[in-house]
């Protein structure tokens, strides 16, 4: 008896992962976890120096501002409700004081710069095709940061102008680097306060863009969206809230992930680094023993031995 569909993979052989590449990976929430996991395995990845940014406008202006290397100043950023913000960055990135906030823009675009020159691969995540255009300004932003709603108009981007971005994203990237694999998924977090028909429309422009912009050299989709819908269609598998995957669905896509477009000859790593995490995790009942002495004197040697073959590897 099957009990459910699931989605053909084709196992990626030419373009495969291991702990030589270097990744970036930009876009919405579900990035960081993707980030969280490859982090976490400690695999070389840089991820959103500019915070989650949700749709294909924001992330275009984003790796636009990192390919000029663009430098922030003061006129980049304002003052409200006791911080300082930037329309063009997440509001984690906000702060009380605005050298601060300046220092982490400027710092965020060198290090994305250096990253997309030397990367292997970049993740694109897109959440939404909605967009929040500032009145004033005419300026479409990557966070309201709260500002009251009547300051901003509301738009669905157009499937056309989705791929337009998106071929914007891609000749961009392959301007700083020719040899980058770009990896496009649409985020399954579903974004229901913009309404339960809305947020469909939303991810449909995105997925239909994506596909229409799929014809260049290194480019690919990997089915994040599709595999929370078809292979984990059950409300078991999302938060409580109903709209974020839970921690089972994260780990079932991010093994699909690794099943997909890590190399096989990586997993007996992978199982040492989780053996060391889950060891430096480890809270002792009797931390002065003996036995738990000799356990921390075993866990430094495996780490010795995996940083002698990952030099870059930190614990």
């Known amino acids: 008896m099957k009990l459910q569909t699931q989605i053909p993979f084709l196992k990626q052989l030419k373009n495969s992962i291991n702990y030589h590449s270097k990744m970036v990976l930009l876009g919405s929430c579900f990035s960081e976890n993707m980030g969280a996991k490859f982090d976490f395995f400690k695999f070389q990845v840089l991820q959103n120096t500019f915070g989650i940014l949700f749709h294909p406008t924001a992330i275009e202006k984003f790796i ?78 990557a966070n309201c940061h709260k500002i009251p709603q009547k300051k901003f108009s509301k738009e669905l981007l157009s499937v056309v102008e989705i791929t337009e971005s998106l071929q914007q994203i891609i000749s961009l990237l392959k301007t700083v680097n020719s040899d980058i694999s770009i990896i496009f998924t649409v985020s399954p977090v579903r974004h229901l306060k913009d309404g339960f028909v809305e947020n469909t429309q939303s991810k449909a422009h995105l997925i239909a863009a994506i596909h229409l912009a799929l014809q260049h050299k290194n480019l690919f989709y990997f089915p994040s969206y599709e595999i929370m819908l078809d292979e984990l269609r059950d409300y078991r598998f999302y938060a409580e809230d109903m709209i974020h995957p839970n921690k089972i669905a994260i780990d079932y896509i991010w093994e699909k992930l690794i099943t997909t477009w890590c190399s096989k000859d990586i997993i007996p790593i992978m199982n040492k680094i989780e053996t060391i995490q889950k060891g430096l995790l480890h809270k002792p009942f009797h931390e002065n023993s003996e036995k738990h002495q000799e356990f921390l004197e075993n866990l430094k040697q495996q780490i010795a031995q995996i940083k002698l073959e990952f030099p870059f590897m930190e614990f």
């Open 64 to 141: 636009h501002q990192v390919v000029s290397k663009k430098v922030f100043s003061e006129a980049d950023i304002f003052f409200e409700n006791e911080r300082w913000h930037c329309f063009d960055a997440h509001s984690s990135l906000s702060s009380p004081n605005k050298e601060t906030l300046l220092s982490n823009l400027n710092a965020g675009i060198e290090s994305t710069n250096m990253a997309l020159k030397n990367a292997t691969h970049c993740f694109i995540t897109l959440g939404t095709s909605w967009i929040y255009r500032l009145v004033e300004t005419n300026q479409i932003v």
